[in-house]
Structures are given as structure tokens and as C-alpha cells.
């Protein structure tokens, strides 16, 4: 008997029945070359319908030549992917999937650099970049309705079951939909009537055009989170006015514009699973007979059976869940969703592609590849004796993958835990989810067998001993001692301040971060519940820069919320007596900082690999940070990459 049994019950949508409730959110890839698809971009959608998702929503589709953000933005407006867009909805149908396409114009919303000529609403600035568009004449917002007709038309002659209108996130038809961007004084400003008309209108003629067969969605906001945009009443309103029209076939709710709130349109790991689901069901009451997907952290089987069962919503949406793993629905059907690949939603993904960088991920490291859902490390010619030297996170995906591959794998940690630097992370205030990652690694070297030996510290003569083949090195990193500071009881790194912080207070501590990293953050928000002053100090001009920038959103807000002081441009030169002394480094001016109890430093790392020098004659792989300190996914990844190859 099926475990999720609501969540993969049919759905009738408009006129297509849906063989389950999944449905994959839009997903921006950067996958498509000179506006053109590619074949990654094809494989991302395909491989999530072969993962078992019922509905599949691509990334943002340009209705028209003012709103191509960049090259990799697909163009729906001109005919260049005709050849494209037919290609992926045969291979969508042949997967039992139905295949919907994002209608996109980000009007005033200049997310990666200014378009050529920004339209917009009003002349109110965009929150995030700034830019003040040109305000649209009446015809001008007629002929834009129409653009979002004729690019639904096309897709419609291509073979797509849909379209789903993108009026969240700020873009522009939320520009017209929201009280707060839209002053206009002519039939598409004012009331709520005259605020919807502009998406009316474009659905209308949709329905016109493609007939009613077609699918037409629309992504909103429940919440805009600003002072006097769309707030939950305002969505209930113009939930009940659009239902009431016939035009659209689901509702889609997404939180937020690009300003502060944008935070919520991506909810990170700080926010709770399903964090908006309450809102869902508070436009599911108005909806009619209109579907609502539910979205944002929902990545539990569990809980997206709980959201259909208990009337939260009639879909569920998931962005982040399926890009770490395309076969999630697959996985939940057959029950085993300890098998998912988890999401650890730190928005590493999000804050790529807003990079302009083609999407990444932690711990997938084939997104848009062939095969990508189902994909197993293929068996190795000869079954080697592998032993790996470290039990982060690098040495555990290597392990569990050479086990795959059927060699015989010992996994030795010095630790009496796995995971390595992650596993210190995750005990990081609201950090607790990046454990998930370690938890599927071992799950996944439980079952191909990995041999885990804790509390012990290889030798190169128990290397020799134990006859291996190959040894990969998984030693780790540790942080570099800034400038003339030796390392002491009152001199830590920051991964020792985790270890002992439950034995650390006092009135004055200073972090000292080269790292720009979440983590780093993390360890700030520890340290201000254990003293009374936290001073964050950087050589670097500014903080966070290497936190995606809707998580950084929440980075400052819990900074700024433990009174932490942030001092950028500050050099730590020396710590005597209490007195930190630091430089800036643009002047070279000095400054000191009295009564110091406590020093925590967060810097680029160096590699632990003393081991590879003893082991001269033994076939010897550093991987991951033993191999060069770099990031989660480059660890991972890599640990994957060389044990593969063995
Ligand atoms: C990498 C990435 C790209 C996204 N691109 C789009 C997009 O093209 N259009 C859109 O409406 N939302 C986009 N979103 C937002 C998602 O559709 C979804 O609303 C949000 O991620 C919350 O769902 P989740 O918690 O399942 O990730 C994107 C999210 C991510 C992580
Ligand atoms: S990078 Fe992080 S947020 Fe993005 S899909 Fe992977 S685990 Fe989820």
C-alpha cells in the first residue's frame, strides 16, 4: 500500500488529470546559451519527470526583448526555440508528465544588470537595484499583455499543457497586482479591479487564443512582506475577484518581493518546513474550484502528504527538494524516503544562478546531466581495497561511492563522530540541518557496505599493515592564525570555539572573519549568547560576501538583532593584554579594542595532509580540503569525482 497515499493521488487540473500532487516550481538554471535551450537545460526538466513529478513549470520564459536579463534567459517572444520547446514537451509527455511554461517580464526588476530600456508600472524604484523604469503609457501595458498572449500561443503550437503567469517575486505583473509599486492613474491603477485587469487581461486572451484546454496558472504572492503591498488579506481579495473569472486553472503562492522580504521567497534552513503553508490554506478557503499549490521548504514526503490530506493545498510545489534530487517523487512513492537525497535549504543553489553561474548544488553533482535521476556510480572492472583517511564530508561521499562501485572500502576517522567540519557546523544556532547531508552519506556507505572505524588515528604503518590499494586522504583543514596571534586558550579558531563554547563567556569577544561564509555567522550568533559584547571584525570591505543574498537577508538580521558589532576594513595585527589592535587596511590607520576576553578567528584554511609525505610507495589521493580548502559542494563533489574514477 502506497505510504503517501494523498500526495499521490490524481489531480484534476483544468482539463488534464495530474498522476500525482508534485509539481516542480519554476527553476532558474542559466543552462540556455545566446537565449537558446541547450541540452542541459532540457535534461534538468526531463530528468525530473523521469524522478516521477506530475507537473513540471520551467524557468522563466521572456515574453518580450525588454525582458531578456541576460544570456541565458530563454526567449519565448521569437521563434529561436520553437525547435526547443516542441523537443521537450514530446520527451515531458513520453515521461507521463504535463509540462507548463513560466511567462516572465521583470518590468522595473533589474535583478543581474539593467535590460536596455526597464519598463515598469510606476516610477517607484525597484527595491533592490534601484533602477527607476521607464512608467508605461496605457498602450505600451496593452501591447505587453499582448506579448505574454502571443509567447502563450506559442508555446501552446509547441505542445506545452501551459502556462504559469509569474506575478511573484516582484516581477512585473506583481508590479501592477501590488498597492505598493503601482500608483497608476489609468484603468490599470487604483482599485482592485483596475489593479488586476493587467493579468486579466493577459489571461483572457490566453483562454482566447489557446482554448481551454490550456493550462493557465498564476504564481502570486500570499505575502509581499512590504508595507503596504500584498498582504495576506490583499491576496485573499484578489484570490476570490481572479477565481471568480474562469480564466485560471491553479493558483501558485510565492512569498515576497526583492526587497528584505525576499527572504521569504527562498525560506532558508532558519525558517520552518512548510513555513507558509498556513497561508496556502488560507487561500485554498477563497480559491473556488481552483487548485492552490502550496510551496516554499516543503522537502518531507510526510509533510507534502500532510498538506494535501489536511487541505493546505491541492499541489505541492518544490524548487530546491528537486534540484538535490530529481528522483524525490519516485523515492516517496515506492516509500523509502530515506532515500532522498536531502535538501539542507542554505540556498548555496539559489545564490549561484543569481550569481549568473549555471545551477549547482551541494551534494548532486550531475544536475542537467543524462540519467541524472537514477544515476549509480558504474562497477569498477576489479574490486580494489580502498581506504579512506577522514570521516568529513569529503571522505564520506568518496567512500560510500567507491562501495558503490564494489570495492571494498574502510572509512578510519580520528573522531568519535562523522562528519568532519559539518558535523561542528550543524551544532551552529539554526545551523542543525547541514547534518542531513552527513546522515545520507553514511546511510548511503551503510548500504554498499563502507567498514566506518571511529577513534582512531591511521599511521602510515597501519596504512602499510592493512594492505591497501589505495588511500584517500580526507584529512581536512584547519584555519590559518592571522597576523602575529599564536593560537592559546584565549586565541581559538573557530572551529575549537565550537567545540569548547559551552565553557566560554565573558563580557568581550571578537571574531575575526576571512571567510564570509554562513558558517562563520553562525559561529558569531553562538558567541553572542555567551558574551555581552560581540565584535565582528574583516579585512575585507564588507561581510557575508560569500552568502547567497537572500540568506544573507537573515545573516544581518540576526546580526544586527544580537547588537553584534560588524567593523569591516579592520586588519587584526596583534592581541596583547586584552587589547586587540587592527589596521585598516585601505589607510592603514590603527585602532585598538580593550578588554578582550576572547579571540575567534574564521580564516582561509590550510591543508592537513602530513600523512601523503609518510606514505611514500602507496597509490596516495588527497580529496577534498586535504587537496585544496574550498567549499561544501567542491569537497563533496570532489570526493565523489576521484572516488568514481577508481
Ligand atoms: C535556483 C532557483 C531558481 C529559481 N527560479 C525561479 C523562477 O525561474 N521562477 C520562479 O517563479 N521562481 C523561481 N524560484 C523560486 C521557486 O520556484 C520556489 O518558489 C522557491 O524556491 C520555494 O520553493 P522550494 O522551497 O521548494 O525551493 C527559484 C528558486 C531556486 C532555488
Ligand atoms: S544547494 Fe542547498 S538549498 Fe540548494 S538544492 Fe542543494 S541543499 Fe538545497
Redesign the pocket.
Known amino acids: 500500500m502506497l505510504k503517501y497515499r494523498s500526495l499521490f493521488s490524481e489531480l484534476k487540473v483544468g482539463k488534464k488529470t495530474l498522476k500525482n500532487r508534485i509539481c516542480l ?4 538554471t542559466n543552462f540556455a546559451q545566446n537565449n537558446k535551450i541547450t541540452e542541459p537545460w532540457r535534461n534538468f526538466l526531463l530528468e525530473r519527470a523521469r524522478g516521477g513529478a506530475a507537473m513540471l513549470v520551467t ?2 520564459i521572456a515574453v518580450d526583448p525588454e525582458a531578456i536579463a541576460q544570456a541565458s534567459t530563454i526567449t519565448g517572444f521569437d521563434p529561436t526555440n520553437e525547435a526547443g520547446f516542441k523537443q521537450i514537451a514530446d520527451d515531458v509527455h513520453k515521461e507521463g508528465a504535463v509540462i507548463i511554461g ?1 511567462l516572465w517580464h521583470p518590468g522595473r526588476q533589474q535583478l543581474w544588470h539593467p535590460t536596455k530600456s526597464p519598463i515598469g508600472v510606476s516610477n517607484l524604484p525597484d527595491p533592490y537595484s534601484g533602477t527607476v523604469p521607464h512608467v508605461m503609457e496605457t498602450e505600451e501595458v496593452l501591447r505587453v499583455a499582448e506579448s505574454y498572449i502571443n509567447t502563450a500561443k506559442r508555446l501552446s503550437d509547441c505542445g506545452f499543457d501551459g502556462v504559469e503567469l ?1 506575478g ?2 516582484g516581477y512585473l505583473i506583481m508590479q501592477f497586482l501590488s498597492p505598493a509599486s503601482n500608483n497608476r492613474e489609468d484603468m490599470f491603477g487604483g482599485d482592485l479591479e483596475s489593479r488586476t485587469l493587467f493579468v486579466r487581461k493577459i489571461a483572457e486572451g490566453i483562454r482566447e487564443k489557446c482554448g481551454q484546454e490550456f493550462i493557465v496558472g498564476l ?1 502570486m504572492p500570499a505575502d509581499e512582506g512590504v508595507p503596504g503591498g500584498v498582504c495576506p488579506d490583499e491576496a485573499v481579495r484578489i484570490t476570490t475577484l481572479l477565481s471568480k473569472t474562469g480564466y485560471f486553472d491553479y493558483f501558485a503562492y ?1 512569498q515576497g518581493n526583492f526587497s528584505l522580504s525576499l527572504e521569504t ?3 532558508d534552513m532558519y525558517f520552518d518546513q512548510g513555513a507558509f503553508i498556513e497561508l496556502h490554506k488560507k487561500m485554498r478557503a477563497v480559491s473556488g474550484n481552483v487548485p492552490v499549490m502550496a ?4 522537502g518531507e514526503p510526510a509533510l507534502a502528504n500532510r498538506i494535501i490530506e489536511e487541505g493546505f493545498g491541492d499541489l505541492v ?5 528537486l ?1 538535490t534530487d530529481p528522483a524525490w517523487p519516485e523515492k516517496a512513492r515506492l516509500g523509502n524516503p530515506r532515500d532522498i537525497r536531502p535538501c539542507v535549504y542554505d ?1 548555496f ?2 545564490g549561484e ?1 543569481h550569481l549568473g553561474k549555471p ?1 549547482a548544488e551541494h551534494h548532486n553533482a550531475f544536475v542537467g546531466q543524462v540519467n541524472e535521476a537514477f544515476r549509480l556510480p558504474e562497477p569498477a572492472n576489479f574490486s580494489k581495497r580502498v581506504i579512506v583517511v577522514g570521516g568529513g564530508v569529503s571522505g564520506l561521499e568518496a567512500a560510500w561511492v567507491a562501495a558503490a562501485k564494489g570495492h571494498g572500502v574502510t572509512l578510519f576517522s580520528s573522531a568519535s563522530e562523522l562528519g568532519g567540519g559539518l558535523l561542528l557546523e550543524s551544532k551552529l544556532p539554526g545551523r542543525q540541518e547541514m547534518r542531513r547531508i552527513i546522515e545520507h552519506q553514511i546511510f548511503s556507505g551503510e548500504k554498499y557496505g563502507v567498514e566506518y572505524v571511529l577513534n582512531y588515528k591511521v599511521s602510515a604503518r597501519d596504512v602499510v599493515d592493512f594492505g591497501s590499494d589505495v588511500v584517500l586522504l580526507a584529512t581536512g583543514a584547519n584555519h590559518r592564525v592571522p597576523g602575529d596571534l599564536e593560537r592559546g586558550v584565549k586565541v581559538l579558531s573557530a572551529r575549537e570555539y565550537v567545540i569548547q563554547a559551552e565553557k566560554l563567556d565573558g563580557g568581550t569577544a571578537v571574531l575575526v572573519d576571512e571567510d564570509g561564509t554562513a558558517a562563520t555567522y553562525g559561529v558569531a550568533d553562538l558567541m553572542a549568547q555567551n558574551f555581552k559584547n560581540v565584535i565582528l571584525l574583516t579585512s575585507r570591505p564588507r561581510v557575508a560576501a560569500s552568502v547567497n543574498h537572500c540568506s544573507a537577508i537573515g545573516v544581518f538580521r540576526r546580526l544586527y538583532g544580537a547588537n553584534i558589532q560588524i567593523q569591516p576594513a579592520q586588519q587584526v595585527i596583534s592581541f596583547i593584554d586584552k587589547k586587540v589592535t587592527v589596521m585598516n587596511p585601505y589607510n592603514a590607520i590603527e585602532d585598538k579594542i580593550s578588554d578582550v576576553d576572547l579571540l575567534v578567528y574564521s580564516t582561509p584554511r590550510i591543508s592537513n595532509d602530513e600523512l601523503a609525505d609518510e606514505l611514500d610507495g602507496t597509490l596516495v589521493m588527497k580529496i577534498g580540503d586535504c587537496r585544496s580548502p574550498r567549499n561544501l559542494m567542491t569537497a563533496i563533489q570532489n570526493g565523489h569525482a576521484i572516488a568514481d574514477s577508481l
Open positions: 516550481c519554476a527553476t532558474v524557468e522563466v513560466q509569474h511573484a517575486h504564481k510565492g521567497h527562498v525560506p510551496l516554499g521548504r516543503i510545489g518544490m524548487s530546491r527538494a534540484i540556498n543553489s539559489w544562478v545551477l
